[in-house]
């Protein structure tokens, strides 16, 4: 039977005190900022929420099963996932079955905050996850714009908020904490007068009707309406949770695999033990951002699961047995994996195709090697070996792991079950070719690479790879070896140089070609100064100095503006005789 009457605020207050819950085979909260900012948008315009389903577990049934709270401080990196429960026994509760998104969204906003990774910072910054609050701008103009938003609702910094004088951001949360409509005026008045606005104008009237709008949806009005499903049997609730979730953020696959795991599973926690694993592995070296797909993906193919796909029919309760029972080894074998792409200088930023990593986790989790084996010189040439199938997959233009992907997948899984007593890599490859995703470079894809530019995730592999030499598990920049700043056209120009060099030049100066892996602290000391006269103060020995021109390739540093045609030039085809017999095919 269907029933409405709910505030928001009722809502909230039995998430806080743990009546609703969310049972164990609910997904992850999957909302961005903008979208929960579009659904208080939509709650102020007063347009449908929506039904939630809930499901009443009786206390005699409530030790039965796992639940999960409600996301509220969300954080990339360190609060994603939804707080453990566990049992609780002896407690009637409500679990969620449809609605979880709008009431973590409506939780997040009302009682909480988001914390997102800023554009180009490391995930290992721990300022680079900046704590917002969704804030109201009480004075903005009212009127739908292009995207049907009505009212400004933004997750912002509380002082960035604070000092912003062209707005007047209400912190939301604080409407909870509103006893009555006066105290809402009241902190209205002072806010404004402050600001010599007066209580007669429009700019006034327009804050106080959005104040009191808010106050109204949260507080008073019934918005919620809800249908309650009362059996206690976890199959029946598990198939109306299904298909209730097809719709809206659709159910993927992997959403279902971890359903049914957790369901499934007898002796470990698939929930804990999944999520583990990816926060795991995205904290080795560098930083990675591996999903749960990826995992999940893991291990389908390390169970030998007859298809790697993410198909209904792989999820039943014999493979998820089977699955239950290699996880240890399969945790070994990704772990290993990500810290030996980590060791090859791969990280979020220079890893192309997580699938890559798929079929190196296979041969490890086969290949059972020792604990040594990623530091110990007895096993460099195999390690060297998955880096060189590795880097080259990741550098194919047309891509190879991207179309096809599962067929693949398992196309390379049946070459590795025979043959894992070192890496396969020319087997590999004959397969791979046979499908049309040869590892060989032709003289075009040659010149593609040389034409790469700075900021293409391509290059950090192909500098490895043409610079073997390099340590990269140091931390290394993707350097302009001729500084980008002065290879401005005003620069240009200044030191005399002509329209077609200045042309040139630009067009060449983000190019391969102009780039090097350099350690971090000689970056940060080389900053701008021209190559010839910093090489010569970094290396004053002219024996050590011609060494690193001759390993980089560099053939000799340009002290001037009118030479680094010339040194890109000859360094660009120096780079082409590298790259060919590296490219052309494993040996």
């Given at each position: 039977?269907y029933?409405?009457?709910?505030?928001?605020?009722?809502?909230?207050?039995a998430?806080?005190?743990?009546?609703?819950v969310?049972?164990?085979?609910?997904?992850e909260?999957?909302?961005?900022?903008?979208?929960?900012s579009?659904?208080?948008?939509?709650?102020?315009?007063g347009?449908?929420?929506?039904?939630?389903l809930?499901?009443?577990?009786e206390p005699?049934?409530?030790?039965?099963?796992?639940f999960?709270?409600?996301?509220?401080?969300?954080h990339?990196?360190?609060?994603?996932?939804?707080?453990?429960?566990?049992?609780?026994?002896?407690?009637?509760?409500?679990?969620?079955?449809?609605?979880?998104?709008?009431?973590?969204?409506?939780?997040i906003?009302?009682?909480?905050?988001?914390?997102?990774?800023?554009?180009?910072?490391?995930?290992?910054?721990?300022?680079?996850?900046?704590?917002?609050?969704?804030?109201?701008?009480?004075?903005?103009?009212?009127?739908?714009?292009?995207?049907?938003?009505?009212y400004r609702?933004?997750?912002?910094?509380?002082?960035?908020?604070?000092?912003?004088?062209?707005?007047?951001?209400?912190?939301?949360?604080d409407?909870?904490?509103?006893?009555?409509?006066?105290?809402?005026?009241?902190?209205?008045?002072g806010k404004?007068?402050?600001?010599?606005?007066t209580?007669?104008?429009?700019?006034?009237?327009?804050?106080?009707?959005?104040?009191h709008?808010?106050?109204?949806?949260?507080?008073?009005a019934p918005?919620?309406?809800?249908?309650t499903?009362?059996?206690?049997?976890?199959?029946r609730?598990?198939?109306?949770?299904?298909?209730?979730n097809?719709?809206?953020t659709?159910?993927?696959?992997?959403d279902l695999?971890?359903?049914?795991a957790?369901?499934?599973w007898?002796?470990?926690d698939?929930?804990?033990?999944?999520?583990?694993?990816?926060?795991?592995?995205n904290?080795?070296?560098?930083?990675f951002?591996?999903?749960?797909?990826?995992?999940?993906k893991?291990?389908?193919?390390?169970?030998?699961?007859?298809?790697?796909?993410f198909?209904v029919e792989?999820?039943n309760?014999?493979?998820?047995?089977?699955l239950?029972?290699v996880?240890?080894?399969?945790?070994?074998?990704?772990?290993l994996?990500?810290?030996l792409?980590?060791?090859?200088?791969?990280?979020?930023?220079?890893?192309r195709?997580?699938s890559?990593?798929?079929p190196?986790?296979?041969?490890?989790?086969?290949?059972?090697?020792?604990?040594?084996w990623?530091g110990?010189?007895?096993?460099?040439?195999?390690?060297?070996?998955?880096?060189s199938?590795?880097?080259?997959?990741l550098?194919?233009?047309?891509?190879?792991?991207?179309?096809g992907?599962?067929?693949?997948l398992?196309a390379?899984?049946?070459?590795?079950?025979?043959?894992?007593q070192?890496?396969?890599?020319?087997?590999?490859?004959k397969?791979?070719?046979?499908?049309?995703?040869?590892?060989?470079?032709?003289?075009?894809e040659?010149e593609?690479?040389l034409d790469?530019?700075?900021?293409?995730?391509?290059l950090?592999?192909?500098?490895?790879?043409?610079?073997?030499?390099i340590?990269?598990r140091?931390?290394h920049?993707?350097?302009?070896?001729?500084?980008?700043?002065?290879?401005?056209?005003r620069?240009?120009?200044?030191?005399?140089?002509d329209?077609?060099y200045?042309?040139?030049?630009?067009?060449?100066r983000d190019?391969?070609?102009?780039?090097?892996?350099?350690?971090?602290l000689?970056n940060?000391?080389?900053?701008?100064?021209?190559?010839?006269?910093?090489?010569?103060?970094t290396?004053?020995?002219?024996?050590?100095?011609?060494?690193?021109l001759?390993?980089?390739?560099l053939?000799?540093?340009?002290?001037?503006?009118q030479?680094?045609?010339?040194?890109?030039?000859?360094?660009r085809?120096?780079?082409?005789?590298?790259?060919?017999?590296i490219?052309?095919r494993?040996?």
């Amino acid at each position: 039977m269907y029933q409405s009457g709910l505030t928001i605020k009722d809502a909230l207050d039995a998430v806080s005190k743990n009546h609703y819950v969310l049972p164990a085979i609910q997904r992850e909260f999957v909302w961005k900022p903008e979208q929960i900012s579009r659904l208080f948008d939509s709650l102020m315009q007063g347009y449908p929420f929506g039904t939630f389903l809930f499901w009443k577990v009786e206390p005699e049934k409530s030790a039965e099963f796992k639940f999960f709270g409600f996301v509220q401080n969300f954080h990339e990196r360190d609060a994603a996932h939804c707080p453990e429960l566990g049992t609780l026994p002896n407690r009637e509760l409500t679990a969620v079955l449809d609605g979880q998104q709008r009431l973590t969204a409506l939780n997040i906003g009302l009682r909480g905050s988001v914390s997102i990774k800023e554009p180009n910072k490391w995930r290992s910054n721990p300022n680079a996850f900046p704590k917002k609050i969704l804030h109201l701008d009480l004075m903005a103009s009212r009127g739908e714009d292009d995207e049907g938003e009505a009212y400004r609702f933004r997750f912002l910094e509380t002082q960035k908020a604070a000092a912003d004088d062209g707005a007047l951001w209400y912190p939301v949360p604080d409407i909870l904490m509103v006893p009555n409509t006066a105290k809402l005026s009241q902190w209205l008045y002072g806010k404004l007068t402050a600001r010599g606005i007066t209580a007669d104008s429009d700019v006034f009237n327009r804050a106080s009707d959005t104040l009191h709008q808010l106050y109204q949806v949260v507080q008073v009005a019934p918005t919620l309406t809800f249908y309650t499903e009362r059996s206690q049997e976890l199959d029946r609730v598990l198939r109306i949770f299904i298909r209730m979730n097809s719709g809206g953020t659709v159910l993927s696959y992997s959403d279902l695999l971890l359903s049914i795991a957790v369901a499934q599973w007898s002796k470990l926690d698939a929930r804990q033990e999944i999520h583990g694993l990816v926060d795991e592995i995205n904290n080795i070296g560098a930083g990675f951002n591996l999903s749960k797909d990826f995992v999940l993906k893991a291990g389908l193919m390390l169970a030998d699961i007859a298809s790697v796909g993410f198909k209904v029919e792989n999820f039943n309760r014999a493979n998820m047995i089977t699955l239950e029972n290699v996880w240890s080894d399969v945790r070994r074998a990704t772990i290993l994996t990500v810290e030996l792409a980590a060791s090859f200088g791969l990280a979020e930023q220079t890893l192309r195709a997580d699938s890559a990593l798929l079929p190196i986790a296979y041969y490890i989790f086969k290949r059972k090697p020792p604990e040594n084996w990623l530091g110990h010189p007895s096993h460099a040439a195999e390690r060297e070996s998955i880096r060189s199938w590795l880097i080259r997959s990741l550098l194919k233009s047309s891509g190879i792991w991207g179309s096809g992907l599962d067929t693949l997948l398992t196309a390379l899984r049946d070459v590795i079950r025979i043959d894992h007593q070192i890496f396969p890599s020319e087997a590999l490859e004959k397969v791979m070719a046979g499908r049309g995703k040869s590892l060989s470079f032709g003289p075009e894809e040659v010149e593609d690479l040389l034409d790469m530019e700075y900021g293409d995730r391509r290059l950090f592999p192909a500098l490895s790879i043409l610079f073997p030499f390099i340590d990269v598990r140091q931390l290394h920049h993707i350097d302009h070896f001729f500084p980008k700043s002065q290879l401005q056209r005003r620069k240009l120009e200044r030191a005399g140089c002509d329209a077609v060099y200045v042309e040139e030049s630009l067009a060449a100066r983000d190019r391969l070609a102009n780039l090097q892996l350099l350690e971090g602290l000689l970056n940060v000391s080389k900053n701008d100064s021209l190559p010839g006269p910093w090489l010569e103060a970094t290396y004053q020995d002219p024996a050590i100095r011609g060494a690193v021109l001759d390993r980089h390739d560099l053939g000799f540093a340009p002290a001037t503006h009118q030479e680094f045609l010339a040194f890109y030039n000859a360094r660009r085809e120096r780079l082409r005789a590298r790259f060919e017999p590296i490219l052309a095919r494993a040996s």
